[in-house]
């Protein structure tokens, strides 16, 4: 176990650290040290981050995302061990973080080094490296998170086929890959037409236009699907439950067409359908250990080569938030650090 005044040795290294005080909300590029970021007992010499839409939210200030200030974005990270207080890690070893806080009340992935709660940080599973991991990230954990608590609660293939809203995202891509891999049949959504070719090469086997979608506003309508992943909301939402099979799941993890949607008890009263929340950056530790288990086991994405789109470096961080936030990117941005070791 590493002493603790070694926690505090590295040199001067680079992090995008985001900032909201008396001259207004700001990122950049700035140089720091250890004894600046917040406080956890595992200091990580970082490796790799991703970028996901929280983070162009935080990065820009079109998202209050932090809750406190100054913080480094990135809510994903991956590293080695340089030091360490808890005897439960190493110098050396390989682990990563998503979600539990980071970039939001503790600095984040976007740095050349990082220190992580120990209760939150993860061994590198076997069957992953970390630039893989980081191609998952919080996207991935969060469609696998929604299938574990899927089939935590009895989905299974026989129920019929899963759709999966806002296919062309991040989350959708891998809930693809993740989903068609553990056996199910995927029906995509997505609005982005052009992207058809590519969803079912990862694994869709039907591709629907949203925008040609018919729901029909009955309370029920004949059973089209044995669960769902919605990363919509909105009139996406209330137009899939009617669609559910007897006993299906519908996992919601996001709000794009909006937080609020008209349903009714119907699909849940006669048909049993059970809509479940995803709130990957809260989830518990023994559930992380579970998700990562599998991420790098029966449910490791097949094609995490092809969904990372993008290597990106830490300067080129702010033209990816606003390419993302303009609906430009596609797949997953990896970002590759490069600092003192």
């Not at 890690?89 to 980071?102: K, N, P, W």
């Not at 809203?165 to 891999?181: C, K, N, P």
């Not at 909301?233 to 709000?255: D, E, F, S």
Request: net charge negative; with cysteine; proline share 4%.
């Amino acid at each position: 176990m590493a002493k603790v005044a070694d926690m505090n040795t590295t040199a001067p290294f680079r992090a995008l650290r985001i900032h909201n005080d008396e001259n207004g909300y700001r990122s950049g590029i700035e140089s720091m040290l250890a004894d600046a970021l917040t406080p956890g007992e595992v200091l990580v010499k970082t490796a790799y981050s991703s970028v996901n839409y929280k983070d162009a939210l935080a990065g820009t200030g079109k998202g209050r995302i932090l809750r406190q200030y100054p913080l480094n974005g990135g809510i994903d990270v991956a590293g080695h061990v340089v030091a360490s207080t808890d005897p439960a890690f190493r110098e050396g070893d390989a682990v990563l973080c998503t979600g539990s806080g980071l970039s939001e009340t503790r600095d984040g992935g976007f740095a050349e080094y990082a220190r992580l709660d120990a209760r939150w940080t993860i061994p590198l599973p076997d069957g992953l490296d970390l630039r893989e991991s980081m191609v998952i990230g919080t996207a991935g954990f969060t469609a696998a998170l929604a299938l574990l608590r899927m089939q935590d609660n009895r989905q299974s293939p026989a129920l019929g086929p899963i759709a999966i809203s806002g296919a062309s995202g991040g989350v959708g891509q891998l809930a693809i890959d993740i989903f068609s891999r553990a056996g199910y049949e995927v029906h995509a959504i997505s609005g982005k037409t052009g992207h058809f070719d590519f969803l079912r090469s990862l694994g869709a086997s039907e591709c629907i236009d949203r925008r040609q979608l018919a729901f029909s506003g009955k309370p029920m309508d004949s059973a089209r699907y044995g669960g769902a992943l919605d990363n919509v909301g909105g009139g996406m939402l209330g137009g899939l439950l009617p669609l559910i099979a007897p006993y299906g799941n519908v996992a919601i993890c996001g709000n794009a067409g909006g937080i609020a949607f008209d349903s009714t008890v119907m699909p849940f009263i006669i048909r049993g359908a059970s809509l479940l929340g995803i709130a990957s950056a809260g989830t518990a530790r023994d559930i992380r250990d579970r998700i990562w288990q599998q991420l790098a086991g029966d449910w490791k994405p097949r094609h995490l080569d092809r969904i990372a789109q993008r290597e990106v470096t830490l300067d080129e961080l702010p033209a990816v938030f606003e390419h993302m936030l303009a609906g430009d990117s596609f797949g997953r941005t990896v970002v590759k650090l490069d600092g003192i070791i």
